[in-house]
């Protein structure tokens, strides 16, 4: 379609959204509904983050006898040169079964695939806890769930400790000292520069959850030593960006195997940088506890024990306990299946569809496994994208539904279309599902029921709203027509590796196919959906929640535009530029506000702004919430009483499993590659002592 053309139709739609606003007959919106009670099986043990583990130097330490075989050998140096100066020492006393003993595997299954190992450059590893166990970020905050409120802050990590210079604008940062990667090089500042000059500040390279100089509200980095730097902000005391140093974002890789191959220090291009580290390249170095030495594609994952892991138990054993970890590349409901049988290990119950097998299942006393419901912390929305400069290249109908999408009546009609009762009910009948009016969850502590605006289902108004956007059925044909005549066509972006995402959407198209709105399916796997959703090729996007919406502190930045590329329904177009609507502006001030203050009162009107702008405007429809359960085998100890499988972080994180165990009598010697070690990065597999 030529320019004319295209602004002529585009000049048409306008008009007809303000000819039909007038008659326009639409119910008030009303406060959200009470969520269906339904209590969490256990609650968390509270304690203050000191209570869990400290920095401290030991007198002596120890490993498993097999490891200290390749200390024999003269293959490592021995246990004590291998950890920092002082290790992270978890405390006993908060280990709900104690220190552990040492062997055993945790099986996995995940229906991800590992691209390649370079995360900085966007690499997926495949998800279901891959990434977890192999990078380390300079917070934690998985374990937040446990921690009482009056010192809720993110928990030191690769970050020792840090400290605000007195107007609040430096935040000076210590890294632990002589710790080390998986291949025994040093772990310091110059890990740090590499990540931030040139992943974070280089706008070639997107790392794969998306951190950004928004994401660190464009701070200034100095290095001061080799284990200190410091981060300069415009504004006082960003307390939130201790919080962005969590998982997935400042989560450092290996300088020194990853900046020979970036194009700023002598690698050959962009492209080469990013599948410098394909899926069979084994033992790449990490700073988490287990190594990747075996990849069979859409088989397994094997990693081994990282034998320079920096964190030890009160009784000074190196940890993980866990030897070995499996990932079985299949399908996420797979994970289910196999967990309540016994076949596998672990799984976050988080699709409703298997809610009820696995329930009868895990009910019976002789079940392998143990299954506990936690808050109700899943979130499905419907995203408009809203992005009319261009994000994604859209053709004339893309451009037209963008226009429409910018539209609050448009927005309106699509809210009052969605019967949500019954989208829960066609996931799974009970209590577990709940209406859901989008924005913050209601398990998160910052949600306000008063804050928030629900548009009931009520098709009346629905098609009041169509009309009132200019939308009216002319041709009689059962779908609304845009002003030049079409039937108007919309485009789902839904991610096709779980079920429940393929079924909400369904839905979706045949809720607004009721209200003359014909929806059409682009469902996608793996990282093409990312792909498209990044890329902004979509029209409509069903989306299962990160973290900003059940924590509302991990991830802040995404819940606005407040840069070019951090929220997920808007970002900037190929030239950097954004066109942001009123309210979303007035989204961008809520967040920055929040951001910008260590004031809880402000914080908590902040984010009460923020709620009522993004509901009332109708951000996202919110589709439907519901509680997830954890599900481990029962052989298992040291797993945290009440870990939600979603939270600040995901299970895989929550149940900090550097520290599980399996008591020796309930091992199952289930081992791939017993008594070996990760080998040199880049070689084949992992190697024996002798
Ligand atoms: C996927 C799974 C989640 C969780 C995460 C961990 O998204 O669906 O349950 O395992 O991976 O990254």
Redesign the pocket.
């Known amino acids: 379609m030529t320019f004319q053309v295209r602004s002529a139709a585009m000049a048409a739609l306008l008009l007809g959204v303000s000819a039909g606003a007038v008659q326009a007959e639409m119910a008030a919106p009303t406060a959200p509904p009470e969520p269906p009670k339904f209590e969490a099986q256990t609650e968390p043990v509270y304690v203050n983050r000191s209570d869990i583990f400290e920095f401290k130097a030991l007198p002596a330490y120890s490993e498993p006898a097999w490891v200290t075989a390749f200390v024999d050998a003269g293959k490592l140096p021995p246990v004590a040169e291998r950890l920092p100066k002082e290790p992270l020492i978890y405390k006993a006393a908060n280990m709900p079964d104690g220190p552990g003993v040492y062997g055993d595997v945790m099986r996995h299954v995940i ?2 695939r590992p691209e390649g190992w370079n995360f900085w450059a966007g690499q997926s590893y495949g ?3 891959i ?2 166990g192999l990078v380390e970020c300079l917070t934690r905050t998985g374990p937040l769930f446990t921690v009482n409120s009056e010192d809720l802050q993110p928990l030191p990590n690769l970050a020792k400790s840090w400290e605000w210079s007195e107007d609040g604008k430096t935040l000076t940062i210590k890294l632990i000292e002589g710790a080390k990667w998986s291949d025994g090089d040093a772990f310091d500042v110059e890990d740090i520069e590499f990540y931030w000059n040139d992943v974070i500040m280089d706008e070639n390279v997107t790392p794969l959850m998306g951190a950004s100089p928004a994401t660190y509200n464009n701070a200034t980095f100095a290095v001061v030593d080799p284990y200190t730097f410091t981060l300069t902000f415009p504004d006082a005391f960003p307390e939130q960006v201790l919080y962005a140093m969590a998982y997935g974002n400042f989560c450092p890789g290996p300088a020194h195997v990853l900046k020979p191959k970036h194009p700023k220090h002598g690698g050959e291009s962009y492209e080469t940088f990013l599948n410098a580290f394909p899926s069979d390249f084994m033992n790449f170095p990490t700073m988490g506890a287990w190594v990747v030495v075996e990849h069979r594609p859409d088989d397994i994952v094997v990693k081994r024990r990282n034998p320079y892991y920096w964190k030890v138990d009160e009784t000074g054993q190196q940890l993980p306990y866990l030897d070995e970890m499996h990932f079985r590349l299949s399908t ?1 409901g797979d994970r289910d299946v196999q967990a309540v049988a016994g076949t596998g290990d672990f799984s ?1 119950l ?1 699709q409703p569809e298997n809610y009820v097998e696995s329930l009868k299942k895990a009910a019976d006393p002789a079940s392998p496994a143990r299954l506990a419901f936690g808050p109700r912390s899943i979130g499905y929305q419907l995203f408009f994208n809203q992005s009319a400069n261009g994000w994604g290249e859209p053709d004339a109908r893309g451009q037209a539904v963008r226009e429409l999408n910018r539209n609050l009546d448009f927005r309106k009609a699509v809210t009052y279309a969605m019967d949500r009762q019954r989208l829960g009910d066609s996931l799974v009948k009970g209590p577990f599902t709940a209406p859901y009016a989008g924005g913050l969850l209601t398990s998160t502590s910052f949600y306000d029921a008063g804050s928030t605006v629900f548009y009931s289902f009520d098709e009346a108004s629905a098609k009041g709203a169509l009309e009132a956007a200019g939308l009216s059925d002319t041709d009689g044909n059962g779908v609304v027509n845009v002003a030049g005549g079409e039937d108007l066509t919309v485009t789902l972006l839904v991610n096709s590796d779980y079920a429940t995402d393929g079924n909400l959407a369904e839905g979706v198209v045949a809720m607004m196919s009721d209200v003359g709105i014909k929806v059409t399916l682009n469902s996608l796997t793996g990282k093409d959906f990312d792909n498209a959703r990044d890329a902004g090729a979509w029209d409509w996007l069903v989306l299962r929640n990160n973290q900003e919406y059940v924590s509302a502190v991990q991830g802040t930045a995404n819940l606005a535009p407040i840069g070019p590329m951090t929220a997920v329904w808007h970002r900037a177009n190929g030239a950097g530029e954004m066109d942001l609507q009123p309210y979303e502006q007035q989204l961008v001030d809520a967040i920055k506000a929040f951001i910008g203050t260590r004031d809880p009162a402000a914080r908590i009107e902040a984010m009460k702004t923020w709620q009522k702008t993004f509901t009332e405007n109708v951000t996202a429809v919110g589709l439907t919430s519901y509680p997830g359960a954890l599900i481990i085998n029962k052989r298992f100890a040291n797993i945290p009483a009440g870990a939600p ?1 979603f939270m600040y972080n ?1 299970a ?1 994180d929550n149940i900090i499993r550097e520290r599980v165990f399996v008591p020796a009598d309930q091992q199952i010697g289930a081992e791939l590659h017993p008594q070996t070690l990760p080998g040199a990065p880049g070689s084949a597999g992992p190697i024996a002592a002798n």
């Open positions: 229906g991800g998800w279901g806890g990434d977890i996420w976050n988080e499988i995901w895989e």
